[in-house]
């Protein structure tokens, strides 16, 4: 054989191979990708989520930023306060998905502080998150944690944070972020 015939015959091998580099039409592997890559398969391409998406500040429902308990019959009365539990910090993440809906985490920080009146011990701080587009309501959780004050202080924190809310793409570019103590705030 002369080199010009195994030139052509090279380069038909080539072209031949070249041909075969794609997937098989069953999803399968061709016979170049095969030999390309030792027979292992690759695992396809994860579109990766945004970081840089709508993702509007954390409001405090109109009646629920506090909860305070008076002595019986005293109600408003700051000498018979003898507790009060208040939000005292908001904090949200959203991360847009390849589907185009959002994900979105809510974090509330709360202050119990004992009153004249107050003692050392637990207290309940009821959460209400609810995500909202208009009077449309995506999600509505409610959480509970406990603030424990020990004997001789007079406040404690504690901090709930809800997250795998999904908004809708419809929806995500909309949508508000409000949360309440007590489940108190007015909804939808």
Do not use: H
Not at 149 to 167: F, K, L
């Amino acid at each position: 054989m002369g080199a010009k015939a195994g030139l052509a015959l090279a380069v038909l091998g080539v072209s031949v191979l070249a041909g075969c580099a794609g997937s098989g039409e069953s999803g399968g592997m061709g016979l170049g990708e095969m030999l390309l890559t030792g027979g292992a398969t690759q695992a396809p391409v994860q579109a990766r989520p945004m970081d840089d998406v709508y993702c509007p500040p954390v409001n405090i429902a109109e009646g629920g930023s506090a909860i305070q308990a008076y002595s019986a019959g005293r109600a408003g009365e700051s000498s018979a306060l003898r507790s009060q539990v208040s939000i005292s910090n908001l904090a949200r993440e959203c991360l847009g998905q390849p589907d185009g809906s959002t994900l979105v985490k809510v974090g509330v920080e709360a202050r119990a502080l004992l009153g004249v009146g107050g003692a050392a011990g637990r207290y309940n701080v009821p959460v209400q998150i609810v995500v909202k587009d208009g009077s449309t309501v995506i999600a509505s959780r409610s959480r509970g944690a406990v603030a424990a004050i020990p004997a001789g202080g007079t406040q404690a924190s504690v901090t709930v944070v809800e997250d795998n809310i999904v908004v809708p793409a419809a929806r995500a570019n909309t949508f508000e972020i409000e949360v309440a103590l007590g489940g108190r705030g007015r909804r939808g």
